[in-house]
């Protein structure tokens, strides 16, 4: 049950993550689900990272593949449920989108307007399809699906990277083989650097997609089970949820949903509807 595992352990890792966003590394190690953080969020509540997950997963089993149109349109109900969870770039993306401008223009402009868009938003969301396509096919479509909020190009390459270990796990890989594979196919030179010499650079659970890509890969490749990987990258702080939304779907991927400790499983908001969706993304796979 690894692609089941890998969408549980995005929205474990998120809520876990959820009262640490945006603080400093905390002095008390946390292990379970807390309340509060910068939303008042319940306890095994998530965040927008999950949100747009399921967004993605949703619109790959509605269209039994990726479509622009319908994942737009997906991710823009998902952030009218709660906007004010969203990043700078996301926020300025879908108010755009649902005033009326063209998606990929309205990427353009929010990149002009905010001097950058290399934010961690497209990495996070984009696991589901590391779920539905083996690894060569992923790497582009990832680029693609990331393309569509962020046009700045090296958040793109870091969702690919992940998705593509998280494709290989899923059907089987080592942590290992997987991590060779994508770096392997990775052609961003940053990208490949940092990601592909993971061991030889500090994380940063930043904002930046580099930085909390790179977070996320390295507190997976070093821990020796799912629930260290998660608790490793939620207690260094920063972007706690995003960090944790990524290596916890690197994390299920690869340990299997029956590697998470069931009291995360069973305080998690949604858990048997994410079960449910990621059997569906699994069942619809464009490989099976």
């Known amino acids: 049950m690894r692609h089941v595992g890998s969408l ?10 959820a009262p640490l966003e945006g603080s400093r590394k905390p002095e008390a190690w946390l292990a379970e689900y807390r309340s509060g953080g910068r939303h ?5 509540e998530f965040t927008d990272d999950t949100l747009q997950a399921v967004a993605v997963a949703e619109s790959l089993v509605a269209c039994r593949g990726f479509c ?18 969203f990043g700078p770039t996301s926020t300025f993306f879908f108010d755009l989108v649902r005033s009326g401008t063209v998606p990929h223009h309205a990427a353009l402009l929010v990149h002009k307007r905010n001097h950058g868009s290399r934010t961690n938003g497209s990495v996070m969301r984009g696991f589901p399809l590391g779920i539905f396509y083996p690894a060569p096919e992923v790497y582009e479509i990832s680029i693609a699906c990331s393309r569509l909020t962020h046009y700045d190009p090296v958040g793109g390459h870091c969702s690919a990277f992940l998705n593509a270990m ?9 942590r290992a083989a997987a991590f060779r594979h994508a770096r392997s196919l990775c052609i961003h030179n940053e990208v490949h650097t940092v990601l592909g010499s993971y061991d030889q650079y500090d994380p940063d659970p930043s904002l930046d ?26 207690n260094r702080g920063g972007d706690a949820d995003t960090v944790g939304s990524c290596t916890g779907a690197l994390a299920g991927a690869y340990w299997g949903l029956g590697a ?22 699994w069942d619809y796979r464009s490989d099976r």
């Open 8 to 17: 549980v352990a995005l929205a474990i890792g998120d809520a876990l993550g």
């Open 40 to 44: 008042s969020r319940k306890k095994g």
């Open 68 to 85: 622009e149109n319908d994942l737009v349109e997906k991710l823009s109900e998902a952030y009218i449920v709660r906007p004010e969870w």
């Open 166 to 174: 998280v494709s290989d796990m899923c059907r089987g890989a080592s």
């Open 209 to 234: 997609a580099v930085g909390c890509s790179h977070a996320a890969l390295f507190s997976f490749m070093h821990a020796k089970s799912a629930e260290m990987a998660i608790l490793s990258a939620v």
């Open 260 to 281: 998470l400790p069931e009291r995360w499983r069973g305080g998690l908001e949604g858990y048997d509807r994410l079960v449910q969706l990621a059997e569906r993304v």
